[in-house]
Every structure is written in structure tokens, then in C-alpha cells.
């Protein structure tokens, strides 16, 4: 029997749930499309920026061509953003596709990988695809703890994710907690640094990891487009690293992971700083208004500096599916066992509202 077949780590594999579509949600329970808030997946509410929309509609007239699989143009513009070579940028179709270059080059049967029991939920698929272990260490304070995470990795680690800020609890870590970390990890072991919300934090001790990277030649950072960008559905994500690096990587790297439309909108998204403030405005603003309500409401909740919050509300479950009937759809946190939160993105300022009316009325 093939299936049987299909590698072992495969085998036990269950696949991301990403979060229900508005149409699906709205036939379940005979509501309007349009009358439905979506505040579950971390998107940017603005919409895509104009400038990203213009670079789109110029380039459609190409579609009949492969996409540039170098990204030069991108490239060049984040390696002059950033003070990097564009020798150490490999861009993936969404970071998603660059934590799975890092499993498929890193990990392996006999290996393992090392990150928080509270992590990203693409660290286990990518790890258990290839066949490696996971070594899950405890959280701190709903955090990362470092310690714990640098005591766990041994002579088989390959590779430790960390996302800064974390996906789903909003947590976040100090430069000096990074750098105190980075002195305990051996050489060998890559550390993938996941800056996905890197553009919300205004934090003056949150590091950034690109001023990480001089120092070690161990570290990858993935950034992406999804978010502060406002690209997600166009799948466009970046990592920064050692050339030597990003060269293994692009090893097994699919020759045109990013399409041209990804390509020319995410350069144009680049260049447009008023939408990116506008988005972190958006997101701060938001932030406080859920905060304000929480605190009015009595509910903890696990301070962010994401895009999303999470609350305490009790009965997740409970309260997800009755969000769900007032046509709120937010994310239940069930697969990482935080059975009594609820996780929020933060939305525009009337869609924070129709949630927060709909929480009241359920609780
Ligand atoms: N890392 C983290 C921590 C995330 O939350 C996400 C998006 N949910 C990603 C990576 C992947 O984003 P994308 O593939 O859209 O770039």
C-alpha cells in the first residue's frame, strides 16, 4: 500500500488548519458574506497598498512568462534597504516556503529541531516532514525560554525557530536575551530567527535581526510581505543570512518559487511607506481599543506586539462558536493546548468594534 509508503515522518503528519474562509462560515449558519468580521489570520485590514495594486496591473501584460527566478529586482532593493548583499537573500514563496528550504536542508531522520511549546505551527510540519524530531521546551510567561531551549539542544539539534514576535501569543524578546542566547548555541546549530511581525514593534529593546547577523554566522532571518506589507494571499516572504546560507538554500530553492505579480508588488509595497505607517497606526490604535475593552470586560489577556491578541475568555470553545453565530470569525488557539484563549487580529477600527460588541453579548 503506497500511503503506508509515504515517508515516516509524513505519515504522522496533520495538515495547517488555516482559518475558515467567510464563505464557508457564511453558508454554515445562513449569513451575509459581506456582514462577516475576519479578524483570525493575522492579515493587514488595510487591504493592499495602491502602489502595490499599480505594480500588479502593469505586470499582468507579462503573465505569459516565467517570473525573474532570481528576484534580482526585489533583491536589490531589500539588500539596499537593508545594508546587505543580495547574495544573502533568498526570497520564498511566503516565509512559509523558507522554513521548509530550512527543514529540507537541516533536518533530517536521526536529527532534530528545537522550538516553544507555544510556536508557529508550520516549525512541527516542517520539522516532521523531514523525518526529524521535535524537542518542544516549555514556555515562560506564555514566552520563550531561552534557557530551556539552549539546555535542550544537543549533539543531533539542527535547527531552533524562534519567532520574535510570536506567533500566536505575541510575545517577544530582548536583544540581549537573543545575544545571551546566541553565546550558548553551538556553532553547528542554525538558528532560524522569525521576524513575520518584525514591522508592529516600536519596542526599543527589540532587536533587529538583521544587526544580529554580522555576529552570527549561524542565524537566518525570515521576513515576509504577508503582513505589515499587506501581500499575503500573493506569497512572498524573504530570509537574510550568511551567503553561504542562503546559497545552500537555494539550492533546493523551486526555480520560480515567487511569481512576477509577488514580485512586482512586493518591490512596489517596499517603497511605499506611507501604507506601512499607516498599517502600524492602524494596528496600535487597534491593539489599545481590544486592550481597553479587555481590561473593561475583566478578561486577561497575553500583553502583543504583534497584529493579534490573545484573551482569556474561559470556555474557548464555547465562546468561539458563538462569536461564529454573530458572524465574528477569530482563532481558537485549541491546537496549541491554550484551551481558555482566543486569539484576535487586529482589524480596522469598526471591525475591532463588531467583535467586541459580539464578545460582550456572548460572555
Ligand atoms: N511565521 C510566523 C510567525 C507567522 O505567524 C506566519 C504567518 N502566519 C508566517 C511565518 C508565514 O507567513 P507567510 O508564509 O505568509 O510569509
Known sequence: DFLKLANAGIQGLMPYQPGKPVEEVARELNLDPDSIVKLASNENPHGPGQQALNAIQRELTELARYPDGSGYRLKAALAQKLGLSPRQITLGNGSNDLLDLVGRCWLAPGRNAVYSEYAFAVYPITTQAAGAAHKVVPARDWGHDLNAMAQAIDENTGVVFIANPNNPTGTWLSEKQLRE?????????????????????????????????????????????????????????????????AETLNRVRQPFNVNSLALEAALAALGDEAYLQQSVITNKAGMLQ???????????YIPSVGNFICVDVGDAEAVNQALLKEGVIVRPLRPYRMNNHLRISIGLPEENQRFIDALKKVL
Open 181 to 245: 542566547f546566541m553565546a550558548q548555541v553551538p556553532e553547528q546549530v542554525l538558528v532560524v530567527l522569525d521576524e513575520a511581525y518584525f514591522e508592529y514593534v516600536e519596542e526599543s529593546v527589540y532587536p533587529d535581526g538583521v544587526a544580529l547577523l554580522q555576529d552570527y554566522p549561524n542565524l537566518l532571518v525570515c521576513r515576509t510581505f504577508s503582513k505589515a506589507y499587506g501581500l499575503a494571499s500573493l506569497r512572498v516572504g524573504y530570509s537574510l543570512s550568511s551567503v553561504g546560507i
Open 290 to 300: 481590544l486592550e481597553t475593552a479587555f481590561r473593561e470586560l475583566g478578561l486577561n
